[in-house]
């Protein structure tokens, strides 16, 4: 049992006459509010015949020489936790005096902490007058034995053993650390509560040299059970690990995992379930499932998406809960608007758009089996779309949440993005600007000539937007500002530049400094976040990087690094003879070659993926944006000699 001694002391600075000591007597001190580590005090102090001045000394002293002080009338002590401390002192020092006469009052008391609570022992019943009652403990023998001689008594034991007894007898219980018994006396109806020991005392004694490691009520692991009685703590003997010479900590902890298959191919197919102990848990004796069944292993059937769980107890009474879904595939649903959030009185439109053909579609709670559903729901509502997967065969499940929201519909009132009073975005970007939903007409402004007379405006520019929402009975108007940050430029720099080299040359690309973070395409994890890279292409790429700067915009560059065999010969005299022109193009372009000369063309996006190829091409060859896209390209016009490799620019 913890114990704390308060003692109350009060300084009055007037002349009464009551009897000193009649007064002091009735100074009652009492616990106002408290936790597990603190507890709040207050004095009742009775009337004074005549006007008093009253000052307060309150103290704590632990039990390690710790001393707090406080003046306030009604002061909170930080105390220790109460597992971790036996007895700490607290007092308050009061004393009364005026110019003619001075006394002082000190009113004491002790608080106990007893197991769930902090209480005043002034307050606290005496315990139990034991008479006729006998404990005994062996902890060699792993007894814990209660005896008695007459009466009728109550045995509660705090892992949950509860015997009654009367007459004479005894109950011997297996031993376990940390025991406690709250002993009733039914007769006497009273009760007092008797637990082991779990604090160490600094202690050294003469043990043998033998490793038998057991552990302590305290949670400590000794050496062997000399040790652990040396210091005054009970133990049990140490739990071994399976691992030679190894044991589980004395203080392991029980945890119960659930493995098995999460989804399944179609409602009513088996499911086999499998719990047990994770790696750093202790073995369990018992396991519950949430359907009644017991077993490690579960093997039902679902016929509908739920959550399976199970209770595992080990043999010390701990116990551990897990949970583990299970469900078919799953099928996305598509909203209009999404998020699906909308105001009362507007439509939301569901679809689904599976990449496998289905059939069989059902929608809850509507009933409808189309792929898109509008609906005009009033409350907020979970739709559930079930369908059947024509390539597999299995059954899909979705769920999507519409949330329904007044929107302010006070006649009187209007805003921009609920309130909002800016939205920033990145050049490029556009802002939804969504005025509050219930007026007859909407009326957007920004400078000059009104923009739009809908609800929901869009915008890529800057500046303060300004709607004014009218309907039959008043006018409100709200404003917000669109703040448009500027993509900071990488300007990309090569060595060599351009960027041409040779087959097994490197290419350093760099690019601005002071963004947040860098993402490069080179296939080297140690590029990401650096604004310096080092590459050894071996064949034409288009190395692209990506930068966030503080703003969050996103910033990208692509380097086109030409790779060429540096092999001189004829195809770098037919190479010369390549004219392309005009490049870039935004409509015909033109491809001169060596005169009698045959080549094979081909034409790789920069993903590298093939867009165009023509065999036996000679002398003149013509592309129009009818063939390619806007974009850049590379053009490999393959000889019998070689390989001739140009860049081409559809704008």
Partial sequence: MKKFIFSLSLLFLTLFTYGQVNYCDSIE???TSQTATSVSLSSTIPTLNMLASISYDWSLTDESGIFITDTAASPIFSIPNPMNSDT???????????????????????????????????MTPPPCNLTGFSLNVD??????????????????????????????????????????????????????????NCIAIPATCPCPMIYAPVCGCDGVQYGNYCMAECVGVGWTPAVPSGIPGGFLPCNPSCEVEIDGDSVICNWGDSILLEASPTASSTPF?????????????????????????????????????ASFSVAVEEIVIYSIPSPSN????????????????????????????TPAIVDFPTVSTTYIVEALDLITGCDRRGEILVTIDSCNTSPCTVEINNGTIDIEICDGDTAILEATYGFDTYLWTITGPPIGTTRIITTTMPGIYTVVAIDSLCADIDSIEVIVYQIAPLNPMTAP?????????????????????????????????????????????????????????????EILVLVDTCATGIMDILSTQVVIFPNPTGGIMTINLPKNEAFDLVIFDISGKLVL??????????????????GTYIMQLIHSSGLITKKIIFE
């Fill in 613 to 630: 190829s023509e065999e036996r091409v000679m002398n003149k060859f013509i592309i129009d944006n009818n063939y390619l896209s806007n």
């Fill in 285 to 321: 004796v018992s396991y519950l499932w949430s359907t009644g069944d017991t077993g490690h292993v579960l093997s039902t059937t679902a016929n509908f998406p739920g959550i399976y769980s199970v209770t595992a107890t080990d043999s010390s009474g701990c116990v551990s809960t």
């Fill in 88 to 122: 700490n002192y607290i007092c308050l020092i009061t004393i009364f005096s005026n110019p003619t006469m001075t006394f002082a009052c000190n009113t004491c008391d002790t608080i106990v902490w007893d197991g769930t609570n902090w209480v005043l022992l002034s």
């Fill in 497 to 557: 530049n351009p960027p041409e080299v040779c087959v097994g040359d490197s290419v350093v690309i760099e690019v601005n400094s002071g963004f947040l973070n860098y993402w490069w395409n080179t296939g080297n994890p140690l590029d990401q976040g650096e604004d310096r890279v080092v590459v050894y292409p071996t064949q034409d790429f288009s190395y692209v990087v990506e930068a966030l700067d503080s703003n969050g915009c996103e910033s990208r560059e």
């Fill in 29 to 31: 001190i009492s616990i």
């Fill in 139 to 196: 902890i060699t023998a792993g007894t814990i034995i209660t005896a008695i001689t007459l009466g009728s008594w109550i045995f509660d034991f705090n892992n949950g053993l509860y015997i009654q007894m009367s007459g004479a007898g005894s109950y011997t219980a297996n031993y376990y650390t940390g025991w406690c018994i709250t002993i009733t006396n039914v007769t006497l109806g009273c009760d007092t509560t008797i637990c082991e």
């Fill in 342 to 369: 909308i105001c009362l009185g507007d439509s939301i439109i569901l679809s689904i758009n599976p990449v496998n053909p289905v059939n069989n579609i059902i929608w809850v709670p509507t009933g409808n089996t």
